[in-house]
T-cell receptor, first 116, second 111 residues
Framework: DSGVTQTPKHLITATGQRVTLRCSPR?????VYWYQQSLDQGLQFLIQ???????AKGNILERFSAQQFPDLHSELNLSSLELGDSALYFC???????????????FGPGTRLTVT | GESVGLHLPTLSVQEGDNSIINCAYS??????FIWYKQESGKGPQFIID?????DKRQGQRVTVLLNKTVKHLSLQIAATQPGDSAVYFC??????????FGTGTSLTVIP
């Protein structure tokens, strides 16, 4: 158990809908990262937050957004869902932001999103 | 181009043998590299990391080698055990803090 929790574990929804995925980082970790893992794209970095502020952006679509709240939990919002958004979405946390450090990331169990 | 699906490189080794998993990274500006292990149905798990000012780092039963000249990273697992069966990813990052993951290698340990 990494100490990172993600809810829900599974989510099935229809095209065009909007969903929110939730992540609680390990106690004491200030950084949260979101990743998408699909069969045809592998593991893709989406976005990173550090202590409530966005720190790095990866291959995140404009239909997707995220935020980190004062209690450090994070939410990833996916809107206007398409079939291709079906994937595993992982959240990871680390002690601090990576610049200049070598902070180990701890991954949650993931949320499996199926868009029908 | 279009992708019709990931074809993971595979490696099968006999229990007790050493395993070597290779990774070619893309960005010469990357300065931090990580190896992750992902077991079926679980999230990736950190194994070992290395900064670009090093060319070798050892952990418990694992060694990471970095060759910046040819942008190559390898993970060596000593005395491979059945519990080591998983998909292994390398990841790179640099000053932009973005992470780029390789496609992964599937390791199967034969008892």
């Amino acid at each position: 158990d990494s100490g990172v929790t993600q809810t829900p574990k599974h989510l099935i929804t229809a095209t065009g809908q909007r969903v929110t995925l939730r992540c609680s980082p390990r106690s004491g970790d200030l950084s949260v990262y979101w990743y998408q893992q699909s069969l045809d794209q592998g593991l893709q970095f989406l976005i990173q937050y550090y202590n409530g502020e966005e720190r790095a952006k990866g291959n995140i679509l404009e239909r997707f957004s995220a935020q980190q709240f004062p209690d450090l939990h994070s939410e990833l919002n996916l809107s206007s869902l398409e079939l291709g958004d079906s994937a595993l979405y992982f959240c990871a946390s680390s002690v601090g932001r990576l610049a200049g450090g070598t902070y180990e990331q701890y991954f949650g169990p993931g949320t499996r999103l199926t868009v029908t | 181009g279009e992708s019709v699906g990931l074809h993971l490189p595979t490696l099968s080794v006999q229990e007790g043998d050493n395993s070597i998993i290779n990774c070619a990274y893309s960005n010469s500006a990357s300065d931090y590299f990580i190896w992750y292990k992902q077991e079926s149905g679980k999230g990736p798990q950190f194994i070992i990391d290395i900064r670009s000012n090093m060319d070798k780092r050892q952990g418990q039963r694992v060694t990471v080698l970095l060759n910046k000249t040819v942008k190559h990273l390898s993970l060596q697992i000593a005395a491979t055990q059945p519990g080591d069966s998983a998909v292994y990813f390398c990841a790179e990052t640099g000053t932009g803090n973005q992470f780029y993951f390789g496609t992964g290698t599937s390791l199967t340990v034969i008892p």
